[in-house]
């Protein structure tokens, strides 16, 4: 098993590191090699996705992320920001399919900004498309009118194979779950989500068992919020599902808890906490590496078929939760808190 490491900027490399930390202590056997990306990238090699880097990936057997961004880069041209190092290995290597699960852990009922009914044992998934739609669509730019007036567009587009294949994969998760799909679309103003309502309801057919519901990005914003149990497995497009997963994030507490797990048609896999750099609180040893260490365990699962291993990922961080342990962005007021390092060295003790 050869993994890619990508810390990336900010809070990167600090959970990284820790999610590394945690695969070492369950005595498998693999070798990791870590490349720069992103902001890290770019001082570098003057590019987000320097060319060693992408074929550091390739040679790989998965490749877990971190994080990039860096806002004082901010001014450079698009093409050279940080973020394009993520969307350029999505796009390298196909991973149109992400999984984001957001889990509500019992200690951490209030932790989250809902009331504890509303929360309490929640557990959906959001499958989110992530190779099209706005991201990629073309053309896109910022022109000058001949009025002297300048615009930005962008293109919302999904072709009909696009949005199957997401589909597919979107049914045969529910089928492992509670047999329940909800499709997240936006078919009442875009034709985009119209074509998408149409396909996800032909792929449907070939999935009678499973129970296929429609609802507007903006109706489901709101249900999250007033009642997220009606939901079980979301599907939805590459910038919807962008921000219902980060509001997802904060049913279960916090940002710092959603790992992700995007993978292509060979199940080849990219790993990565939905969270970004953090530039807010990067080197001050406080971020939640629970994220990261929790995308681990599924790149263990996806990648490699070591289910076991990933479970006792997963009951580690049960059992330090159990235990009381919190960094403060899961931490109740008054109570005291861990750092990243702690939280780490507490899920090593719990394996
Ligand atoms: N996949 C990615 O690499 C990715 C994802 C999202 C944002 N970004 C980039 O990250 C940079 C910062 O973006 P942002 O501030 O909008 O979003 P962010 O997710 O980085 O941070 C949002 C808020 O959540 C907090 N937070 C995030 N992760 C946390 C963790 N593990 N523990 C505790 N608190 C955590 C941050 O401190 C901040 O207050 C930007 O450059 C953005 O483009 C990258
Ligand atoms: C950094 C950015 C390109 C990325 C996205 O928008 O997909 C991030 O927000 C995410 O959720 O992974
Ligand atoms: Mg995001």
Same mark, same amino acid.
């Given at each position: 098993?050869?993994?890619c490491? #990508? @810390?990336?900027? $900010? /809070? =990167?490399?600090? /959970? ?41 990936? *390739? ?6 992320? &971190? ?7 901010d ?11 993520i ?19 019992p ?6 900004? #809902?009331?504890?009914?509303?929360v309490? $044992? ?7 498309e992530?190779?099209?739609d /706005?991201?990629?669509? *073309?053309?896109?730019g ?23 294949? %997401?589909?597919?994969?979107?049914f ?5 779950r ?10 009442n ?12 309801i032909? %792929? &449907? ?13 903006d109706n ?9 149990k *009606? ?5 939805? =497009?590459?910038?919807?599902g ?8 904060m049913?279960?507490?916090? /940002? &710092? ?12 896999g990219?790993y ?6 953090? @530039?807010?609180?990067?080197?001050? $040893? %406080? ?5 990261t ?19 006792r990922i ?10 009381g ?5 899961i931490?109740?007021? =008054?109570?005291?808190? %861990? ?6 060295d ?6």
């Amino acid at each position: 098993m050869k993994i890619c490491v #990508l @810390p990336g900027d $900010g /809070i =990167g490399p600090e /959970i990284t590191a820790e999610a590394l930390r945690v695969l070492r202590a369950l005595d498998l056997s693999f070798e990791t090699e870590e490349a720069p990306v992103g902001g890290a990238g770019y001082r570098a090699s003057g590019h987000p996705l320097p060319e060693a880097t992408l074929k550091l990936a *390739q040679q790989s057997d998965a490749i877990l992320f &971190g994080a990039v961004g860096d806002f004082s880069l901010d001014t450079l041209p698009r093409e050279l920001r940080p973020e394009q190092a993520i969307l350029g290995l999505r796009k390298a290597f196909n991973l149109f399919a992400n999984f984001r699960p957001a889990l509500v852990y019992p200690e951490l009922v209030h932790a989250s900004t #809902l009331r504890p009914e509303v929360v309490a $044992g929640l557990d959906i998934l959001i499958i989110r498309e992530l190779t099209g739609d /706005i991201y990629f669509g *073309q053309p896109r730019g910022i022109r000058t009118l001949e009025n002297g007036v300048r615009e930005g567009f962008d293109t919302m587009r999904y072709s009909e194979p696009e949005i199957q294949r %997401v589909a597919h994969v979107a049914f045969q998760a529910a089928r492992k779950r509670n047999k329940r799909l909800c499709s997240v679309d936006k078919a009442n103003v875009l034709d985009t989500m119209q074509l998408w309502r149409e396909v996800v309801i032909a %792929v &449907g057919a070939e999935y009678p068992d499973v129970e296929l519901s429609h609802i507007y990005v903006d109706n489901a914003a709101m249900q999250l919020l007033k009642n997220p149990k *009606q939901f079980d497995v979301m599907v939805t =497009g590459n910038m919807f599902g962008d921000i219902l997963s980060d509001e997802a994030s904060m049913l279960t507490g916090s /940002i &710092g808890l959603l790992p992700s797990a995007s993978l292509n048609e060979n199940n080849f896999g990219l790993y990565e906490p939905i969270h970004g750099s953090a @530039p807010d609180i990067a080197g001050k $040893g %406080v971020a939640n590496p629970l994220a990261t260490i929790l995308s681990a365990a599924m790149m263990l699962r996806f990648s490699f078929g070591l289910n076991d291993a990933a479970l006792r990922i997963e009951s580690a961080v049960k059992k330090v939760l159990a235990q009381g342990y919190r960094t403060a962005d899961i931490a109740e007021p =008054g109570l005291s808190t %861990v750092g990243t390092r702690e939280m780490s060295d507490a899920v090593v003790a719990a394996l």
